[in-house]
Structure formats: C-alpha cells, structure tokens
C-alpha cells in the first residue's frame, strides 16, 4: 500500500484538478458563446470525440457544431465532476445538463433539454491541459419549444 503523498505532490495533483476543471468549464462556455476556434484549441491533435456524432479533432467539433446550432440560444453546465490525475494523463466524469432552443422557423423542429455525462480523459502537453477523448452519454432528453430570446435591453 502506497504511503501519504508529499505535500508538494498533493499541492501539484490539486493545481491540477482545478486546472482541468477550467478547462470543461471553458468547453462549455465556448459552445454557449459560439467561440468555435477557442473551442477547437481545447482539444489534442488526434482526440477520440463521441457526443452522440463522432468527430476526428477539435476542429471538426467546433465546424459541426456551429453549423448544427448556429447562433440559437444555449445552455451548457458541467457539474460534481470525478477527476483522477495520473501523472501528465487524467481521466474525469462530469454530470451535464444542456438547454438548445432554436428560432422558429428553423430547420429544427423543436430543441431539447437534455441530461447525461461525459466520460473524458485529458493529457497535458507543455505544461497544459487538453481534451484528449470524450464521450457523452445522454439519459434524458426532452423536447422544449423553439424560442427566440428577447432583444437586449441598451446599456446605460
């Protein structure tokens, strides 16, 4: 049985977990901010990405995702994340609840509020965390009215 951790070891695997933390939380609100290129440099050079599509890299998430969502109103949250830190490797599950509503008059019949989790793993590369698989697994999904928000008030 291994013994205690050092504190500089514990320090460092809690640096870490938080570090990885930011970076699911930064996933999320690239998706709801539509910030595609900031949400493709998430991801390492060959990820593993099934979110009910598979996709081959960042970029083409990021691509997809854009054209499927475009600018509707969305909701992404990650929460209680389970991050294990193995060395420069990590693994992590997250709960998520997501919100899509598009325009009326979309292609999209209806949106969706759906329930799951991710499954990911994370390599760190110069110092810096990255996405390097991920799976999401929904269980539920429930249609929701497309909606267009309200025009923002001006500023003052």
Avoid: C
Avoid at 17 to 37: C, E, G, M, P, V
Avoid at 87 to 106: K, L, T, Y
Avoid at 127 to 137: A, P, Q, V
């Amino acid at each position: 049985m291994p013994g205690p951790e050092s504190p500089s070891a514990t320090t460092r695997r809690l640096t870490d977990i938080q570090d990885i933390q930011q970076l699911k939380a930064r996933y999320f609100r690239y998706i709801d901010t539509k910030q595609w290129s900031k949400l493709a440099a998430l991801f390492t050079e060959r990820p593993t990405i099934d979110v009910g599509a598979k996709y081959h890299s960042g970029t083409e998430l990021a691509e997809r995702t854009a054209a499927l969502i475009g600018d509707a109103p969305t909701v992404h949250q990650g929460f209680l994340p389970e991050i294990t830190v193995n060395g420069d490797q990590a693994s992590g599950i997250w709960a998520m609840e997501d919100h899509v509503s598009f325009p009326p008059g979309s292609p999209q019949e209806s949106g969706f509020h759906g329930y799951g989790q991710y499954r990911d793993t994370y390599q760190k590369i110069h110092g810096r965390w990255y996405i390097s698989s991920t799976e999401l697994s929904r269980f539920r999904v429930d249609p929701v009215p497309n909606w267009t928000p309200p025009a923002a008030a001006p500023k003052k």
